[in-house]
């Protein structure tokens, strides 16, 4: 059976003249796995995701190396809407993620996309929504919202395309307690659904619903000792984004 | 909680024909006699479409200033008819001059009141409704991103000048000319900001499939019913009638 989300030898520079900000990574998440990438700032870990995710090379600009397999399909040879029907992404700014006026049409807006029928629309909000706690929020206006309830609203938007594989890009900053756990149940439900699930974190408190805990630190990701002492907190003049 | 189609209020694709016909009226006349009872009619609708007009003046009082002005400069500027205010033998101020400035002010009038109808319609329902007009849901959803921004860029704006303040910079003390070159420097900073937010919303719009397919289906289904009809019948008869008195033989 095919991995769900495989990188081989994924490298990445700004530019041809650049250093690249990471090489060499060497990543597989399986269907039933949390996989945690933790790093400091400015490390890379959005422009992983964005790797990952096929944005890059397919929207934005740069120079991949090596490839990124979406369950054994090279993301270089499909399109951002084939790789929405498999893989969703939760971006750190939701707010930049929301732009109608209620939560429930925001929710929706993935599903009509991919020609969803009407029903099954329906039950998708309402289930996306309850999955992070957000189901009495349907009729608000998101842009009035806590950014904890943003973010929220921005994971149910993604939860909405029933996507395989799901990468959080530090989708838990915002949230206070109540909101980590809606969010942490919702990763467990995903993961029991045999769903691949990518969060990248850093945060040490939300790594318990991971499997397996990575670290990208010095362009490499390798595997986190879970030693937080000696953890660098950002790279001098790293700008990841 | 989602409905699988909007009633109670009336359907924005009759309340844009309403408002595309007031303005087109107001775009084509330009006599104080035919514009003040179109004027009339255009509140008449706004407050039964429960439009918020007076509110929605209040917050152009600046811009209201502005409109006045044009119709004072419009008299001043504009020759013909009777004088009726003299300087020194010249005439400041003519019939037809002040018919011109009057026109003015009341087509603008007219025209931001019944774009103010359109603000009683869910921009969601707006989009939906185009798009069931076969207009193309890129085109459709274009609009509704462009309303999205504007409270954008405001918010932008806003953050910038703070930030710029909490560096000490007191903009009421400063002189006009220093003024107007700080508010430039906002610019930079401003435009940046938005073409970043731009970036990251076409990314997340991509990311959830969209284009995915020709067509796309929809949660919510607008209906068209007895009353959207009767608005849009209303509508189109007082464009014609208009049209009808305006260019038949024969004086007005």
């Known amino acids: 059976m095919t991995i769900p989300l495989r990188a081989r030898n994924l490298g990445y520079s700004f530019a041809e003249h650049l250093s690249p900000l990471f090489s060499g990574v060497d990543l597989g998440v399986e269907r039933g796995e949390v996989v945690a990438i933790v790093g400091p700032s400015g490390s890379g870990k959005t422009t992983l995701c964005h790797c990952l995710s096929g944005i890059i090379p397919l929207i934005r600009g740069g120079v991949m190396e090596g490839e990124v397999l979406l369950d054994g399909t090279p993301t270089r040879a499909l399109r951002p809407p084939e790789i929405a029907q498999k893989l969703g992404i939760v971006f750190q700014d939701p707010e930049a993620g929301l732009f109608f006026p209620v939560v429930e ?91 691949a699930v990518l969060l990248v974190e850093h945060d040490p408190e939300n790594l318990d619903v991971a499997d397996r805990v990575l670290m990208l630190h010095d362009g490499e990701l390798a595997t986190f000792d879970g030693n937080w002492d000696g953890f660098p907190r950002s790279v001098p003049g790293g700008s990841a984004r | 909680m989602t409905t699988p189609f909007v009633k109670g209020d009336y359907d924005p694709r009759s309340k844009l024909v309403l408002v595309l016909g007031l303005s087109s009226l107001a775009v084509v006349f330009d006599y104080p006699r035919i514009l003040l009872p179109l004027a009339l009619a255009t509140v008449l609708c706004a407050l039964y479409l429960r439009s918020g007009v007076l509110g929605s003046l209040v917050r152009m009082r600046r811009l209201l200033w502005v409109f006045l002005a044009m119709g004072i400069i419009q008299s001043v500027f504009t020759r013909g008819g009777q004088p009726l205010v003299e300087l020194a033998g010249v005439a400041l101020v003519t019939t037809t001059g002040l018919e011109r400035g009057v026109s003015i002010i009341l087509r ?11 603000t009683t319609s869910n921009p969601r329902d707006i989009i939906q409704g185009l798009y069931q007009w076969r207009i193309p849901y890129e085109l459709a959803f274009m609009v509704a991103v462009a309303v999205r921004f504007l409270p954008l860029m405001r918010e932008e704006a806003e953050d910038t000048l703070t930030a710029l303040q ?63 009809y009767l608005l849009m019948i209303i509508a189109l008869l007082l464009v014609s009638g208009a049209f009808v008195a305006h260019f038949r033989p024969g004086p007005l």
Do not use: W
């Open chain 1, 105 to 195: 049409d925001e929710v929706a807006f993935g599903p009509e996309n991919l020609c969803v029928a009407p029903v099954e629309i329906h039950r998708r909000v309402g289930a996306s929504l309850a999955a992070v706690g957000m189901d009495a929020f349907a009729e608000r206006n998101p842009h009035r919202l806590s950014g904890g309830e943003k973010q929220l609203v921005a994971t149910a938007a993604v939860l909405s395309l029933q996507p395989d594989v799901l990468i959080l890009d530090e989708a838990m900053s915002q949230l206070d307690d109540r909101g980590r756990d809606m969010m942490k149940d919702m990763i467990r439900a995903m993961r029991d659904r045999g769903k």
């Open chain 2, 108 to 118: 603008i009038f007219i025209i931001l009141v019944s774009a103010g109808i359109m």
């Open chain 2, 166 to 228: 909490l560096r000490g910079v007191r903009l009421e003390e400063l002189p006009l000319r220093t003024r107007i070159r700080t508010y430039g420097y906002l610019l930079t900073p401003l435009i940046a900001g938005v073409l970043a937010r731009a970036r990251q919303m076409s990314l997340s719009v991509e990311m959830r499939g969209f284009r995915a397919y020709p067509r796309r289906t929809s949660h919510r289904t607008l209906v068209l019913d007895g009353r959207d």
